[in-house]
């Protein structure tokens, strides 16, 4: 399992309810980043969207170019994240139909592979394997929904999966990257990835969020995890 390769995994002590002390300079310097970070991040999702658009106009990924699902954010408050649309329109109805494959999805953390995964077009699989899927989402890091790095937005369900400690995670801003991506990704599966997302919330600092950032490019790079 790639959590054993973390070098960052290797002293990570169990969980606790306890919740961290964050100073307001990392936060002023966190959001000053994701601000920057953000801007330069829209106007490549601009030049991606133009790029793109063909796809959305012809073939089976006709429609809209953006999707936005519900997740929950800071302090449980939800909002509407955005991603590329990389699934035919009725994805969900689509899933929810096949039992059997819903069931593996729930099983397997809420995820499945591109391969077995009868929502996902041929030009989502491109989108999805370099990331490019996730570009919109620096419109919430802009909106302050979310920051460049942090756990990962949940939906209703994957918050279940941290019981008494949801309120532990939810008091940290989620990320468009964060430990779990940089230990994995979609092969870290929970309960483990509990523990991963609760060690960045616990464990937050600028280093940290530096090096997660280094090493996202690197993943991205790599198209490690990603499907």
Request: aromatic share 12%; proline share 5%.
């Amino acid at each position: 399992m790639r959590v054993k390769e973390s070098r960052l995994l290797l002293d990570m002590p169990a969980a606790s309810p306890s919740f961290p002390e964050v100073s307001v300079a990392y936060l002023f310097i966190k959001r000053s980043l994701d601000v920057i970070g953000a801007l330069v991040g829209i106007f490549l999702m601009l030049f991606i969207m133009a790029f793109c658009s063909f796809f959305y106009v012809v073939g089976p990924n006709k429609g809209a170019v953006l999707f936005k699902q519900k997740r929950i954010g800071r302090n449980g408050e939800p909002f509407a994240i955005y991603k590329f649309r990389s699934m035919v329109n009725n994805a969900e109805e689509m899933l929810k139909k096949d039992e059997l494959l819903y069931k593996k999805y729930v099983a397997n953390g809420y995820k499945i592979t591109a391969e077995e995964d009868p929502r996902i077009t041929s030009f989502g699989k491109f989108i999805r394997k370099t990331s490019l899927d996730e570009f919109p989402q620096f419109l919430n890091v802009l909106k302050g929904d979310m920051s460049l790095v942090g756990p990962r937005p949940l939906v209703q369900a994957e918050l279940d999966e941290y019981r008494e400690q949801k309120d532990l995670l939810l008091s940290a801003k989620p990320g468009m990257t964060g430990y779990w991506q940089v230990c994995g990704r979609s092969d870290v599966h929970y309960p483990e990835r509990v523990d991963i997302e609760l060690y960045y919330v616990k464990h937050q600092c600028l280093l940290l969020d530096l090096e997660i950032l280094c090493k996202t490019v690197v993943q991205v790079l790599h198209r490690k995890g990603a499907y």
